[in-house]
């Protein structure tokens, strides 16, 4: 057991899908995974493994935010021996050339944090995707038919839900970023640390330009293209 996984060596997979929402963990384990055990319910942060088309699967929710996030996924790493996460989250798009309910593979995070400047010394560091499964996801895209409703490119991890008055998130948008949400920055800083294989595939919940917005439930329950898609990216 780790410190906030209740789960023995063995009851994890070496392929997660992360949700940042613990009840869309457990959605993706009773619609997706088949004899799906639950391995971890410490804090709420519901965690199971089962089997997608003879792949084993876990999935682990992680919380809001990079701190909460790093804390599950270093685990996950560290006392797991993970070798591949797929954070399957929401965010919120800040380009006019993305809608509602679309798919955005990350390709890099930019990132209000500080996590990694007190890393490095006070200088940057550019959290990035695995080339070789931003690649695979495409392909997948490309295979289900989702390509007409999926983007690439940079995305913004923030640490703030509430956004920015000062026209922040308008200015990223200016350098081609396509949405903002609060993991991927540290998803793809602790897949560095560890050597490990990470992706964050999101889908747009809500439109920071054009005031759009899905409610909560069905963010929970009905963002099931990006789920297929980070299933059958996660088994290539």
Request: charged share 20%.
């Given at each position: 057991?780790?410190?906030?996984?209740?789960?023995?060596?063995?009851?994890?997979?070496?392929v997660?899908?992360?949700?940042?929402?613990?009840?869309?963990?457990?959605?993706?384990?009773?619609?997706?995974?088949?004899?799906?055990?639950?391995?971890?319910?410490?804090?709420?942060?519901?965690?199971?493994?089962?089997?997608?088309?003879?792949?084993?699967?876990?999935?682990?929710?992680?919380?809001m935010?990079?701190?909460?996030?790093?804390?599950?996924?270093?685990?996950?790493?560290?006392?797991?021996?993970?070798?591949?996460?797929?954070?399957?989250?929401?965010?919120?798009?800040?380009?006019?050339?993305?809608?509602?309910?679309?798919?955005?593979?990350?390709?890099?995070?930019?990132?209000?944090?500080?996590?990694?400047?007190?890393?490095?010394?006070?200088?940057?560091?550019?959290?990035?995707?695995?080339?070789?499964?931003?690649y695979?996801?495409?392909?997948?895209?490309?295979?289900?038919?989702?390509?007409?409703?999926?983007?690439?490119?940079?995305?913004?991890?923030?640490?703030?839900?509430?956004?920015?008055?000062?026209?922040?998130?308008?200015?990223?948008?200016?350098?081609?970023v396509?949405?903002?949400?609060?993991?991927?920055?540290?998803?793809?800083?602790?897949?560095?640390?560890?050597?490990?294989?990470?992706?964050?595939?999101?889908?747009?919940?809500?439109?920071?330009?054009?005031?759009?917005?899905?409610?909560?439930?069905?963010?929970?329950?009905?963002?099931?293209?990006?789920?297929?898609?980070?299933?059958?990216?996660?088994?290539?």
């Amino acid at each position: 057991m780790s410190t906030h996984i209740n789960a023995a060596k063995g009851d994890i997979a070496e392929v997660v899908l992360m949700p940042g929402d613990p009840l869309r963990a457990k959605y993706v384990a009773e619609n997706f995974l088949e004899n799906a055990v639950c391995y971890n319910e410490v804090r709420g942060m519901y965690g199971f493994t089962g089997t997608y088309k003879g792949h084993k699967i876990s999935v682990q929710g992680s919380g809001m935010g990079i701190p909460s996030f790093m804390i599950y996924v270093t685990e996950l790493f560290k006392e797991y021996d993970v070798k591949r996460v797929l954070r399957i989250g929401t965010c919120g798009a800040i380009n006019k050339d993305v809608n509602i309910r679309d798919i955005i593979l990350g390709v890099s995070a930019n990132t209000t944090s500080n996590i990694n400047r007190t890393r490095f010394m006070g200088y940057d560091f550019c959290p990035t995707a695995d080339f070789k499964l931003l690649y695979t996801a495409y392909q997948k895209a490309e295979e289900l038919g989702f390509l007409d409703h999926t983007h690439v490119g940079p995305i913004l991890s923030t640490d703030e839900f509430y956004g920015h008055d000062d026209g922040l998130e308008a200015r990223y948008a200016e350098y081609g970023v396509l949405g903002v949400e609060m993991e991927a920055a540290g998803l793809y800083t602790a897949a560095a640390a560890y050597k490990a294989e990470a992706l964050a595939i999101l889908t747009v919940s809500d439109h920071i330009v054009t005031g759009e917005a899905t409610s909560s439930e069905e963010r929970e329950k009905t963002f099931t293209d990006m789920m297929k898609l980070a299933l059958e990216t996660a088994i290539s």
